[in-house]
């Protein structure tokens, strides 16, 4: 595969823009020039703007709140607090147990204490000013294994454990050759998506909302919405909105109950929109790990146990703790053939800032572990890393620590060679470089002084789709009807295009599976049945195949129709708009056979998974497996303690190509987050509080960062998956950051037990500092 | 707020004179962050963009002038050979397009530590220049940080140039960032060299500042006047040989003895001092390299 061409201008023929095809993004160029509406961009007449009051502290007892000044302030329209939530005072994805906003007690900084609605966002935060709230100051638990000891402090009564996931296989006491053991820690990560909360709630005439907003599941949102406004949830009504980026900080909820509870005080529209500072309080980001791992290999290398203890911060409430949780645990020994695991991972309760769903959850964290232990072991052996990992690596057929057999491709060996077996850059050479190429770039710190170069590799693992037994499904109606004479189909979904390229992948499955070129992405909406989350790398697969089994049941449809008008032609099928006969070619245009358009809604679900038992971890908990593997050529300034990412090759089974060049996006972009988990994104929080909320303190790569890829992309199908896709977004987040702090290891000879890298661990500068 | 637009120099200073709490603008690049970021609610802003003899290059007797907002873009464009190290500096800020409008009067006005103009502005003895209706004051760039953000300059007063030495000799600067672009100094460090010493006069034959590492960015006194004295001593400007690693290491140390720097989510005290040492011996490697270069070529 390549990924050559984008389609932009009007689509001719089904060949460049349907399934397997670059087809262009329909939002592309607006994209590109600035001209896409985002949810913070939404505007109606007559609005109002909300504003939310935070906790400055980490953790506080709330000993009272006074509204009267900001309530008496001209252009304030509403103050909000705890008491004026109708219905259920809490919400949350998998646990129920963040409040609305505070009521007798806040448990990390930037906890939402009260709203405000004013006619103007200053009006607004002047009104926020006016509120006055006594805190008497606790202090934090902010060390999450101290959250583990029997004295800690309670964050919530039923204790600081969030899940307790174990995983059993083997014999516990087993014993090898060569033992290697090592503690890893992995910062706290943010998604850093450049739109910010934002969205617009409209009070409607039936004593209902509408909300628009940009989020990841609409209808996930709209049951927690419905159930803290104490209304039917169809008298919540939610529109996606332009969304900019999401990678798991939207699942949570953010301003939508608050800005549905002040639209139904006031009964005017209110807009809310996080500033950048505030963005960074109003997500959920990536959990801080701290993992212990012990290997034991035989003299030949081959695997014989792997012990580990995995310890996650969740902050201060729940999120999808639970399946970061299950994810560290389940993948935790990577993409490797085990006999004996004894695996812990625990997610915790602390007063720092909440974490939860970001791209690759849990295998991200445990992959930095495993795999840095794969290096420790193969420098153990004196093996070659890549064919320490060949020698154990999992392929289909594989039993997972789970006892879950896998059933499809996993080309794990395969992945590792086509990285290892390309051509390298080119070595530095000389004093005389262009210093862009160089660590530290422009600002001219080296002209090749210290530099050294290093080689690394890492290989991850992921689920796709929802796991342990979630009744995971996923709705869409297609309509195949006349417009202008033409046929032309409608798709809707209620699955959230959240810059994945989940939109152009359904106009495509549509021309592919109709034989149609018109196809209209309707806006999604509550109005049909839930699309289930945009995330878990399980859009393509899952509303990819509702879309497709709703095209298949019209397609049915027309077919029976044509069989009616066209008798003794079995062999029948739609192409290039028209009804195709295998023996004498086309019969009829489809828009003869359309004078009652055709049109199907279907709820899909993937295969059923099941729970892991909760003594032993056994179970087959997930749908499908995919893997990424990357090597990584690093130049680093041994003196400054400075990185440069000379190349990353990739290589990822796909399963199927839908769209080649938005798999190749994917790999870049997964990549590139990778990139800033090992060398530089990290929320800084001391005693529970954040200390570089903004993008002047919290660094993501930019494009002197980023180096060029070199990509293999495998299409290996999966014969369970529609089309044979395998997910694809998150398994090149997981490797990239192992395979970039190995090569920096390789260039230092450092231990580098703590993801991101900083200069000071490089250089020895630093206390080593804690969370 | 109000905005304030003079077209004149003389109309600007009298704005600023009325109104001393006026903030100005140049290119916004500091002023808009704080506004958006709402840390700074001015009652006036003063928009300098108007005034064409603040965005003027010229020269007084040996130095040159360069008007208050002259954009990083054009000191790179127009002065790399005049001003080699101002320009190294300008090409290490934010991105092209904070470049095309971020200024070193900007720069000074913010007064930051971490401004990237101010260690080359130290090294080079330049003189800021203070106008207000009362008059015109030089201020020399070592006097002119107070502390973190603050300087000595008086409400009603506007920088409308800085005046600088040409190089006579080579030049460096070197920031530490942990990103290859787009990001603040965690610290920096710039050198000038002055074989036949300043056009002004005054000043020894070495130039030195530190940015990042200190409540104001700071000159390495100890080390220039190290090393001055070790290439007069040993005549080393004349021979032109290398130079001693014991000379290059001892001023790596001298610099960093001089930085007072502090534990921060950019980097700590210890980093920065080790990375001042690392910064000062290679800045010190190029620019002799290059004066024996030249000195070769010219013999
Ligand atoms: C994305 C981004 C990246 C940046 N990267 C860097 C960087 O790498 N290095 C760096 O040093 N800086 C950086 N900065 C900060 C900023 O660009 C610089 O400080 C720049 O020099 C400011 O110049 P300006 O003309 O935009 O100043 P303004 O924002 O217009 O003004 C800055 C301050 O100076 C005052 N002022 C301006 N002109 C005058 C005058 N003539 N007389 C008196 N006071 C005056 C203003 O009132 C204000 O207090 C960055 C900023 C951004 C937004």
């Known amino acids: 595969m390549t990924g050559t061409s984008t389609a932009t201008g009007p689509r001719t023929s089904p060949t460049t823009s349907g399934v397997g095809q670059s087809a262009g993004r329909p939002d592309a160029r607006q994209k590109v020039t600035g001209e896409f509406a985002y949810s913070s961009d939404l505007w109606l007449d007559g609005m109002i703007w909300g504003a939310t009051l935070r906790s400055p502290h980490p953790r506080a007892v709330i000993d009272g709140l006074d509204i009267g000044a900001a309530l008496r302030l001209p252009g304030c329209h509403a103050v909000l607090t705890h008491d004026d939530v109708p219905g259920r005072k809490v919400y949350g994805l998998e646990h129920a147990d963040q409040p609305v906003l505070a009521s007798d007690q806040v448990r990390y900084q930037g906890e939402p204490v009260a709203i405000v609605a004013a006619d103007h966002p200053e009006t607004a935060r002047r009104a926020l000013g006016k509120i006055k709230v006594s805190y008497t100051e606790l202090e934090p638990l902010t060390d999450a294994r101290a959250a583990l000891e029997t004295a800690a402090p309670r964050v919530h009564d039923g204790g600081n454990v969030v899940r307790h996931v174990k995983i059993r296989k083997g014999d516990p006491a087993a014993v090898a050759e060569l033992v290697v053991s090592g503690e890893y820690q992995v910062g706290m990560q943010d998604q850093a998506f450049l739109g910010p909360e934002s969205g617009l709630a409209v009070p409607a005439e039936d004593g209902g909302v509408d909300l628009f907003v940009a989020t990841q599941w609409l209808h996930a949102d709209r049951t927690q919405v419905a159930a803290c406004l104490g209304l039917p949830e169809d008298m919540v009504r939610i529109t996606l909105a332009g969304v900019g980026g999401a990678f798991g900080a939207r699942e949570d909820l953010s301003m939508q109950v608050h800005a549905c509870l002040l639209a139904l005080r006031t009964g005017k529209p209110v807009k809310m929109v996080y500033s950048r500072e505030e963005s960074f309080f109003g997500h959920v980001h990536r959990h801080p790990a701290t993992l212990h791992y012990e290997h034991g290999a035989a003299a030949d290398g081959k695997l014989i146990y792997v012990r580990a203890d995995i310890v996650l911060d969740g902050g201060a409430y729940a999120s999808s703790s639970t399946a970061v949780a299950a994810n560290a645990a389940t993948l935790g020994i990577g993409p490797y053939e085990v006999p004996n695991v004894r695996l812990d991972c625990r997610a915790v309760y602390t007063n720092n800032p909440p974490c939860g769903a970001m791209r690759g959850f849990g295998a991200v964290q445990a992959c930095f572990a495993y795999e840095s232990q794969m290096d420790k072991l193969a420098a153990g052996l004196g093996l070659d890393p890549v064919e320490l990992r060949v020698r154990n690596a999992m392929h289909e057929g594989s039993v997972m620590p789970t006892g879950q057999v896998v059933d499809s491709a996993a080309p794990v060996a395969e992945l590792l060679r086509r990285v290892s077996g390309r051509p390298l850059p080119p070595a530095a050479a000389g004093t005389d470089r262009d210093i862009r190429g160089l660590p530290g770039g422009v600002s001219n710190t080296t002209h090749g002084e210290g530099v050294v170069r290093g080689i690394g590799y890492g290989i991850g693992i992921k689920n796709v789709c929802f796991s342990e037994g979630f009744d995971d499904y996923s709705t869409a109606r297609v309509r195949l009807h006349l417009i202008g004479g033409e046929p032309a189909a409608d798709v809707h979904t209620a699955a959230a295009e959240v810059g994945q390229g989940l939109v152009t992948l359904q106009g495509q499955i549509a021309r592919t599976e109709l034989g149609v070129e018109q196809v209209r992405v309707v806006p999604a909406d509550t109005s049909i049945g839930s699309g289930g989350s945009s995330s878990a790398s399980r859009q393509s697969y899952m509303t990819g195949g509702a879309v497709r089994a709703a095209c298949e049941q019209v397609r049915e449809q027309i077919l029976e129709r044509g069989r009616g008008l066209f008798p003794g032609h079995e062999d029948l099928s739609v192409s290039g708009g028209k009804l195709v006969s295998a023996r004498d070619g086309a019969l009829a245009a489809l828009a003869d056979l359309l004078a009652e358009p055709a049109e199907a809604t279907v709820t899909w679900r993937h295969r059923g998974t099941s729970p892991l038992d909760p003594q032993t971890g056994q179970g087959d908990a997930h749908v499908q497996y995919a893997f990424a593997a990357h090597r990584a050529v690093v130049d680093v300034d041994t003196e400054l303690g400075l990185v440069k990412v000379i190349e990353l090759a990739c290589a990822q089974d796909v399963g199927r190509a839908m769209n080649p060049q938005a798999v190749e996006g994917q790999i870049h972009g997964g990549t590139a987050q990778g990139l800033g988990l090992a060398l530089m994104e990290e929320i800084q929080v001391t005693g529970g509080k954040v200390r570089n909320p903004s993008f002047t303190d919290y660094l993501i790569p930019t494009i002197l960062d980023m180096p060029p890829m070199k990509l293999d992309v495998l299409e290996l199908a999966d014969p369970h998956a529609p089309y044979g896709l395998r997910g694809v977004g998150e398994p090149p987040t997981i490797s990239s950051t192992p395979a970039i702090v190995a090569a920096i290891r390789a260039a230092t000879g450092l231990a580098l037990t703590r993801v991101p890298v900083r200069p000071e661990h490089i250089t020895g500068t630093g206390p080593e500092r804690d969370a | ?299």
Not at chain 2, 59 to 66: A, E, T, Y
Not at chain 2, 156 to 171: K, Y
């Open chain 2, 1 to 299: 707020m109000d905005f304030l637009r003079p077209a004149t120099l003389q109309q600007a200073l009298e704005a600023k004179a009325e109104r001393p709490a006026a903030v100005p603008i140049a290119g916004g690049t500091d002023v808009m962050v704080e506004i958006n970021f709402d840390t700074r609610r001015p009652d006036a802003l003063l928009d300098l963009n108007q005034v064409a003899e603040l965005a003027e290059i010229g020269s007084d007797g040996g130095l040159l002038r360069v008007g208050a907002c002259v954009s990083y873009a054009r000191i790179i464009g127009e002065l790399g050979r005049e001003l080699p190290g101002l320009a190294l500096a300008s090409r290490t800020v934010g991105s092209p397009q904070i470049r095309n409008r971020g200024t070193v009067g900007g720069n000074l006005g913010a007064a930051s530590p971490a401004g990237d103009a101010h260690p080359v502005l130290l090294a080079c003895d330049a003189l800021v220049e203070a106008a207000s209706v009362r008059g015109t004051r030089l201020i020399p760039a070592a006097g002119f940080y107070q502390g973190p953000k603050r300087s000595v300059l008086a409400p009603d007063e506007l920088i409308t140039a800085f005046r600088i030495g040409p190089a006579m000799g080579p030049q460096q600067f070197a920031k530490i960032g942990t990103r290859n672009a787009m990001v603040i100094a965690v610290c920096s460090f710039a050198l000038s060299l002055w074989p036949q010493g300043r056009p002004a006069g005054t000043g020894g034959t070495i130039g030195t500042g530190i940015g990042s590492a200190g409540p104001v960015p700071l000159r390495a006194t100890d080390a220039e006047e190290f090393l001055a004295a070790e290439l007069a001593s040993a005549g080393l400007w004349e021979s032109g040989v290398a130079l001693p690693s014991t000379v290059t290491h001892t001023f790596g140390e001298l610099v960093a003895g001089a930085a007072r720097p502090i534990d921060d989510v950019r980097g700590t005290a210890a980093y920065r001092r080790h990375a001042l040492s690392v910064l000062a011996r290679r800045t010190l490697g190029w620019t002799w390299d290059s004066y024996r270069k030249g000195a070769r070529q010219c013999a």
